[in-house]
């Protein structure tokens, strides 16, 4: 499909098809080169006259056959009409936010669900993409700008007689009710941002256990290099699963080892660190493996949530711990090579994924931005709020004056040019 949106919108139609289709009605019409009058393709048209369209201007829409030479001419024959140029990423969104079709939250959930790549993350997205978050902080930030009023109307009329002394306790009780409210979102968003990420899952352990085999089992596609040689997977190497519906971010980490060449001592220092950051690490270990060396016996290095998995249980006659009844619960037995046991291991880390991301489906916080945005607005609440009724009426409207501001930052309302660039080339072409 082909967007064209602005004000020239229309000569765009009139110039490839010799007619506009009626508003919003499907008509069947040929492409054709305005230069030369040659037909380029026949496509679906569609006519979204302002304010009726997505950005909010004029708007065409070609569903053309596609191919590449198809494009490119229909590309080349919009170039040569003045005024015409390509879109930037995320332009259509950022147009449709500067003309107030979307706030910035909507904005990034549209972002979002075009890149979901699990069920929560579409379902989460999508939510947000309605207004979830965005209309909540409107509707507080109303509630604070009255309060707001309330203070200004006792600073600039102390000295009328007809202005009730009392204005400031209604404001602070308006401040007190939203700081709860707000607190209590905050409080049981759990991991709500995280969904975007995953529930990061590093594969660490001593060269050759078979992480990176465990990895490709995993993601059930060649990723990682596997390789029999010790300390071949020099880098971090990512892959995103869905667990259950819920994202899971795996990363295969160089093969722990003490010494080495640069190159591979700085992929160990990188494992280490990536391992570290970790939601879980899966420490792997040549469980069929006899006279164990010394780093192969240690105990996973790492201080986040570990689970022991002893690898190539193929090569072990004697199993009768496979099925994992004889494990404790965060240990497996496995063979990345045969599929062994695997399944106990994705079925118990699908069970993780769905407890860490539990809270999720009800919770409204989707970024660190906005979490970030309303832990500040709770703290300008409590500046207010600690002034007091007796308090000094101008500082008590400067700390709420805050409130709002950040609550309109949140939502793109006011001031933010600067985080507009940030949010908007997350988009691709055409969107
Ligand atoms: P990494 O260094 O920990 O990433 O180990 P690799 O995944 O590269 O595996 C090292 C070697 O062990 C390769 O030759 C694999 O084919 C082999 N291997 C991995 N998992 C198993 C397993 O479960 N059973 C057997 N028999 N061999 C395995």
Same mark, same amino acid.
């Given at each position: 499909?082909?967007?064209?949106?602005?004000?020239?919108?229309?000569?765009?139609?009139?110039?490839?098809?010799?007619?506009?289709?009626?508003?919003?009605?499907?008509?069947?019409?040929?492409?054709?080169?305005? !230069?030369?009058?040659? %037909?380029?393709? /026949? =496509? $679906?048209?569609?006519?979204?006259?302002?304010?009726?369209? +997505?950005? *909010? &201007?004029?708007?065409?829409?070609?569903?053309?056959?596609?191919?590449? !030479?198809?494009?490119? %001419?229909?590309? /080349? =024959? $919009?170039?040569?009409?003045?005024?015409?140029?390509?879109? +930037?990423? *995320? &332009?259509?969104?950022?147009?449709?936010?500067?003309?107030?079709?979307?706030?910035?939250?909507? %904005?990034?959930?549209? =972002?979002?669900?075009?890149?979901?790549?699990?069920?929560?993350?579409?379902?989460?997205?999508?939510?947000?993409?309605?207004?979830?978050?965005?209309?909540?902080?409107?509707?507080?930030?109303?509630?604070?700008?009255?309060?707001?009023?309330?203070?200004?109307?006792?600073?600039?009329?102390?000295?009328?007689?007809?202005?009730?002394?009392?204005?400031?306790?209604?404001?602070?009780?308006?401040?007190?009710?939203?700081?709860?409210?707000?607190?209590?979102?905050?409080?049981?968003?759990?991991?709500?941002?995280?969904?975007?990420?995953?529930?990061?899952?590093?594969?660490?352990?001593?060269?050759?256990?078979?992480?990176?085999?465990?990895?490709?089992?995993?993601?059930?596609?060649?990723?990682?290099?596997?390789?029999?040689?010790?300390?071949?997977?020099?880098?971090?190497?990512?892959?995103?699963?869905?667990?259950?519906?819920?994202?899971?971010?795996?990363?295969?980490?160089?093969?722990?080892?003490?010494?080495?060449?640069?190159?591979?001592?700085?992929?160990?220092?990188?494992?280490?660190?990536?391992?570290?950051?970790?939601?879980?690490?899966?420490?792997?270990?040549?469980?069929?493996?006899?006279?164990?060396?010394?780093?192969?016996?240690?105990?996973?290095?790492?201080?986040?949530?570990?689970?022991?998995?002893?690898?190539?249980?193929?090569?072990?006659?004697?199993?009768?711990?496979?099925?994992?009844?004889?494990?404790?619960?965060?240990?497996?037995?496995?063979?990345?090579?045969?599929?062994?046991?695997?399944?106990?291991?994705?079925?118990?880390?699908?069970?993780?994924?769905?407890?860490?991301?539990?809270?999720?489906?009800?919770?409204?916080?989707?970024?660190?931005?906005?979490?970030?945005?309303?832990?500040?607005?709770?703290?300008?609440?409590?500046?207010?709020?600690?002034?007091?009724?007796?308090?000094?009426?101008?500082?008590?409207?400067?700390?709420?004056?805050?409130?709002?501001?950040?609550?309109?930052?949140?939502?793109?309302?006011?001031?933010?040019?600067?985080?507009?660039?940030?949010?908007?080339?997350?988009?691709?072409?055409?969107?």
């Amino acid at each position: 499909m082909l967007r064209v949106c602005g004000p020239q919108a229309r000569l765009a139609l009139e110039k490839l098809l010799g007619r506009v289709p009626a508003p919003r009605r499907a008509a069947l019409a040929r492409v054709r080169d305005p !230069a030369t009058g040659e %037909a380029i393709d /026949e =496509a $679906l048209a569609l006519w979204f006259p302002a304010p009726h369209s +997505e950005t *909010g &201007e004029d708007m065409a829409e070609l569903q053309l056959h596609g191919g590449h !030479a198809v494009i490119a %001419a229909v590309f /080349e =024959a $919009l170039g040569s009409i003045a005024g015409f140029r390509p879109a +930037e990423p *995320g &332009e259509f969104t950022r147009r449709a936010f500067e003309n107030g079709r979307l706030d910035l939250t909507e %904005a990034e959930g549209l =972002a979002d669900l075009i890149a979901a790549e699990t069920p929560a993350q579409r379902r989460a997205a999508f939510r947000q993409l309605k207004g979830q978050i965005g209309d909540r902080a409107e509707a507080w930030r109303a509630h604070i700008i009255k309060a707001l009023a309330l203070v200004e109307a006792r600073i600039d009329f102390s000295d009328e007689a007809d202005v009730p002394e009392n204005l400031v306790a209604p404001a602070l009780l308006t401040a007190q009710q939203l700081r709860a409210e707000i607190a209590a979102i905050l409080a049981d968003s759990g991991h709500a941002e995280r969904l975007r990420d995953g529930l990061v899952v590093a594969i660490a352990g001593p060269p050759n256990a078979g992480k990176s085999t465990l990895l490709n089992r995993l993601a059930k596609r060649e990723a990682a290099i596997v390789s029999p040689l010790p300390g071949t997977t020099r880098d971090v190497i990512e892959v995103h699963l869905n667990l259950g519906g819920y994202p899971v971010t795996l990363l295969d980490t160089a093969g722990l080892r003490e010494g080495g060449e640069p190159v591979e001592q700085e992929g160990i220092r990188r494992a280490r660190e990536r391992a570290e950051a970790a939601d879980l690490v899966l420490w792997v270990t040549d469980g069929s493996a006899t006279g164990l060396s010394a780093e192969d016996k240690l105990e996973s290095p790492f201080s986040s949530k570990t689970w022991r998995v002893a690898n190539k249980v193929d090569l072990v006659v004697d199993k009768p711990w496979i099925n994992g009844e004889s494990l404790s619960a965060h240990s497996f037995a496995i063979s990345a090579l045969t599929g062994a046991g695997l399944d106990r291991l994705v079925a118990a880390l699908s069970a993780h994924a769905s407890d860490f991301f539990a809270v999720t489906e009800s919770s409204i916080v989707t970024r660190a931005r906005h979490r970030r945005a309303l832990a500040d607005t709770v703290a300008a609440l409590d500046q207010a709020l600690a002034l007091g009724p007796s308090g000094r009426e101008e500082l008590i409207a400067e700390a709420l004056r805050a409130a709002a501001t950040i609550l309109g930052r949140l939502t793109g309302r006011v001031d933010v040019e600067d985080i507009l660039d940030v949010i908007f080339r997350e988009f691709c072409i055409g969107k």
